[in-house]
């Protein structure tokens, strides 16, 4: 049984078996009292091994860390705050945990520290909550969208169209890069490599995705996504998880409605199935946590032009490090001042400048901005980003050959829009970005349980 079900249990009298780690041992010359824990839940069950039964002998490799499976038998713990207990009859131990080298000894080990020890921090309270928080939101982010007919999509990892991130994109190859392949001009010579052509790691499944808005109705993605991001910030990875829905029929308006409603579901889910782990981010780390969640909740979003919101901020007064001019897109530093400043509620701007955006976005009226949307958030910023698309092919192809993006890349999306166009709308939440806001944490690097950034790919 798994210790989270036994610490529920009132079956006193019953003979168990746990198996865990071992977090902590004390005790005196007759008793001795180990914390057990086997990543189902923060809390620890507290096993008691009485002298006169186990051995000090036998006792000698439980140390912090070691790997145990003890039977016994379940009993009622005099102790505060703990409902059982188990008496332990006979301890195994699997594998031991050498006090000398084992590096998760005391309790407390910073953030900095226990992503160099990175495959071992799941071990830690901390991670292990992050872990369970991180499963919860995967488990309801199909389940919203199930719920609602919408059909899981599988979008390609590796892309041939470099038409989206160019820079940021990276390169996917079985050339010998010692020994490259040339043409007669002396260029790389795509054709002999894996694909016949260049091919990357996709930075959105958002192209694809709309294909299939565009035959099955509601879609939604979620899946590893790539970018070549060169800043080190605690925003940005460079492998992160993506959830992108695409609907038919849907305006910026409906958009926007169901990012509210899609963020507003998840942090109610984390709220009811994740009470414990998300009380003990609040009280170990970020003590306004659960008020944040809750404030989320029961806030409509303001909804904003950009606009708008370029005029704020220059009104505004403060000194900001980047420049915010219409036209210039908008800075982590700009889009939490009108979050937490000015508006202190979450806030999706909308309409921007349609040379701050990609080709894809609907065009406004007005010849200068599009449809897009970004939702902007307490202490994260830019959380979801997406757009109406759009749908005219004549448009749509004019933006692509103004942009210099290559027709023999586009072809088949802009056939979309040639055969059966229709409105349609979608965004790109991210996962990681998600999990910042919902566990408390600060850097990215934090909620991920291997991250992928510059200069870092260990284990
Ligand atoms: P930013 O301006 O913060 O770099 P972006 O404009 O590049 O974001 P989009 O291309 O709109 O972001 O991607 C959609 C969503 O994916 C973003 O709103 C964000 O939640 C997330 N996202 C983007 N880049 C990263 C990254 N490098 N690491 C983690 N999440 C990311
Ligand atoms: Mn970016």
């Known amino acids: 049984m798994r210790i989270a079900q036994l610490l529920k249990s009132t079956d006193y009298g019953t003979k168990v078996t746990v198996k865990g780690w071992v977090r902590t041992k004390r005790g005196n010359k007759n008793v001795a009292f180990l914390a057990l824990n086997d990543g189902s839940c923060v809390a620890n069950i507290q096993i008691v091994a009485d002298l006169a039964k ?50 998760l000894q005391k309790k407390g080990h910073s953030l900095e520290f226990l992503r160099e020890i990175a495959y071992l921090r799941p071990r830690t309270n901390t991670f292990g909550a992050i872990l369970r928080i991180r499963h919860a939101m995967a488990y309801a982010i199909h389940k919203f969208f ?153 806030n409509d979003f303001v909804r904003l032009d950009y606009t708008e919101g370029i005029e704020i901020l220059k009104a505004s007064g403060k000194k900001f490090e980047f420049p915010c001019e219409w036209g210039s897109d908008l800075q982590s530093e700009h889009e939490r001042y009108l979050v937490e400043e000015h508006f202190k509620k979450p806030v999706i701007l909308i309409n921007y400048p349609k040379d701050i955006k990609a080709f894809y976005m609907k065009q406004n009226e007005d010849g200068k901005t599009v449809r897009a949307m970004d939702v902007l958030f307490p202490k994260i910023g830019e959380i979801i980003g997406g757009s109406e698309r759009e749908a005219d092919y004549g448009k749509l192809s004019a933006r692509i050959k103004e942009l210099g993006i290559p027709e023999k890349d586009m072809w088949w999306y802009l056939d979309t829009r040639r055969w059966g166009s229709a409105p349609h709308s979608g965004f790109g939440l991210g996962f990681e970005r998600l999990l910042l806001f919902v566990t408390g944490m600060s850097n990215i690097r934090d909620v991920i349980p291997f991250p992928r950034t510059l200069k870092n790919a260990e284990f």
């Open 146 to 298: 199930n719920d609602k007919g919408f059909y899981y999509l599988h979008t390609p990892l590796i892309t041939a169209s470099d038409c989206e991130g160019a820079g940021e994109m990276f390169q996917v190859t079985t050339l010998d890069l010692d020994n490259m392949p040339r043409t007669e001009e002396g260029a790389i010579d795509f054709a002999q490599d894996f694909f016949g052509k260049p091919c990357s790691l996709t930075v959105s499944g958002q192209l694809e995705g709309e294909l299939g808005a565009l035959s099955m109705g509601q879609i939604y993605t979620f899946g590893p996504t790539f970018r070549a991001e060169h800043s080190n910030t605690p925003r940005h990875l460079a492998e992160f998880w993506m959830i992108e829905p695409e609907v038919a029929f849907f305006d910026l308006k409906d958009n926007m409605d169901m990012a509210e409603e899609f963020l507003k579901y998840l942090i109610r889910y984390a709220l009811e199935n994740c009470r414990e782990d998300l009380e003990f981010m609040n009280k170990m780390w970020d003590n306004e946590l659960l008020d944040r969640l809750n404030f989320v909740l029961e």
């Open 54 to 103: 186990i051995s000090e002998e036998e006792l000698k490799p439980v140390t912090t860390g070691a790997c145990v499976a003890v039977e016994g038998t379940l009993v009622e713990s005099l102790g505060a705050g703990q409902g059982v207990e188990v008496q332990a009859e006979t301890i195994e131990v699997y594998g031991t945990a050498d006090p000398a080298t084992y590096p």
